[in-house]
């Protein structure tokens, strides 16, 4: 799992970067309704401002822009610090221009929000707090401290005290508000979006391997011929050079090599399997193979398979779907993880529905984390000091989840010791119950003639 823990890690890395060109387009957009809105108020409304220092304002944000484009590369991407020194510039330079025209009393106040947005949305917890702090900052301040907006004939225009408080507490609010609902959207949807790419890439991973066996098993079986023209010629070569033993002993290497190589072949491709066995199997055969991995790892899994009530004796056989594999090893894997001694897999089956059901002896789900199970990133399973360290129960179990889901599977969380479980399971099985439910006709291979094998491979023989 490094290489899926790596590329994850960096692609939580790179998700909060943007392209420098992004910023520049936005701040020129709000350099033009900011020089449009001094425009305006001078020009059409007579307003009394520092219009010097307010050309300087945005002149400084101009200045920063064009320097921006022609220092850096059209394709920069900006890391976190560079984002978080692009908007704090942003927020400085529009809580200066608010300064000289009116402060709170100006109803252009409200785009402080704007950068706090911008961060909650494409930075981390630190950045966004600081940037909203400051934002909070500057809403106190420009509330005391401004320069009055004035009227040509010197009145001041100010709203009432309380309007002003108003809008001074509605700033803060929106701020602590919008910038937390943002920030947990957005990590939300990061989460989820990592949780699903790296739910690719095992899904990719455990379809490789699939491929991959069904290439050796092909190999061993087109090989089968060669290697048996090999075995017979070299036995011929063997029976004329018995008056030539040094000339023997090198048929006899040949022949011996040719062996080797069947063998090899047998153990690879496991010679005599057939078609049926790479796109199907029994069902108790793709859950042994899920939990192989997890087999020798000081944990007893025990394994049961039997209809159900109105289920036929005949064990069904089912789709080898890489999803399934690596689903149910997911699951394994957390039960083996957790369970003290024993792990219990029970494989039931009727005329409507297969259903697989994984149990151990360990601490069981917290219970008030029963509903969350699935959701990408969750923490640990009981208190810290039942499994220190470990940062299972996230991962794992989305991908499980989403993988056998896809499969058209169902899937139920519980414990053993849940009184409405009880009757289903033994007094030692109190732990983590997970229940994974199909409709045979997801599943079944007979009832997906489509995905049925063509012909049969024939046994390799020399």
């Known amino acids: ?47 009394q401002l520092e219009i010097a220092l307010c050309v300087l304002a945005v002149g400084a944000s101009a200045v920063a822009n064009l320097i921006a484009i022609f220092a850096f590369p059209e394709n920069k991407r900006l890391s976190e610090h560079e984002n ?77 005290d309380v309007f002003l408080f108003g809008n001074w507490a509605a700033m803060v609010i929106a701020t602590v508000f919008i910038g937390a609902y943002s920030l947990r959207i957005s990590a939300e949807i ?15 991973r455990e379809q490789k391997l699939t491929d991959l066996g069904g290439v050796v098993a092909a190999a061993a079986h087109e090989l089968g011929t060669p290697l048996a023209t090999i075995k017979l010629t ?27 190589c069947r063998d090899i072949l047998r153990d690879m491709g496991r010679a005599g399997k057939d078609d049926l066995h790479l796109r199907q199997a029994p069902i108790s055969s793709v859950v042994q193979e899920s939990a192989e991995p997890h087999m020798h790892r000081g944990k007893i899994i ?10 036929s004796l005949q064990q069904p056989s089912i789709l080898r779907k890489p999803e399934v594999i690596h689903g149910l090893r997911n699951l394994i894997q957390n039960a083996v993880d957790f369970a003290e001694a024993n792990v219990w897999i029970e494989t039931i089956w009727a005329d409507d529905r297969i259903a ?13 984390f029963i ?44 414990n053993g010791s849940d009184p409405r479980q009880m009757k289903y399971t033994q007094p030692n099985q109190r732990g983590a119950l997970v229940e994974v439910i199909w409709p045979r006709s997801k599943i079944d291979a007979q009832m997906n003639p489509a995905e049925a094998p063509i012909g049969r491979n024939q046994p390799i023989k020399i």
């Open 302 to 311: 025990q394994f049961s398979e039997k209809p159900g009530p109105d289920g």
């Open 190 to 204: 990061q989460s989820m979006s990592d949780a699903v790419a790296a739910t690719n890439m095992a899904l990719s």
């Open 84 to 160: 978080f020194l692009m908007v704090m510039f942003d927020l400085l330079q529009l809580g200066f221009l608010l300064f000289l025209t009116g402060g709170l009393h100006n109803p252009f106040s409200l785009l402080l929000l704007g950068p706090v947005i911008i961060s909650a949305n494409v930075m981390g917890l630190r950045s966004t707090l600081i940037i909203g702090g400051t934002a909070i900052v500057l809403v106190s301040l420009l509330a005391e401290f401004f320069l009055p907006l004035r009227m040509e004939q010197g009145f001041i225009l100010r709203v009432p």
């Open 1 to 47: 799992m490094n290489d899926l823990n790596f590329a994850y890690m960096l692609g939580r890395e790179r998700s909060s970067w943007i392209r420098l060109r992004t910023l520049i387009l936005l701040r020129w957009v709000a350099i033009v309704g900011q020089a449009t809105a001094l425009t305006v108020a001078v020009w059409m409304y007579h307003l």
């Open 371 to 414: 509903g969350r199970i699935g959701d990408p990133f969750m923490r640990r399973r009981r208190a810290e000091s039942a499994r220190p360290g470990y940062e299972g129960m996230g991962l794992g179990l989305f991908i499980a989840k989403t993988l056998l889901e896809r499969s058209g599977a169902e899937l139920k969380f519980a």
């Open 234 to 260: 070299s036995a011929e070569l063997m029976d004329e050079l018995d008056d030539r033993p040094e000339l023997r002993e090198d048929a006899e290497l040949i022949r011996q090599q040719a062996n080797r």
């Open 356 to 368: 697989i059901r994984i149990l151990d002896d360990g601490p069981g789900f917290p219970p008030h």
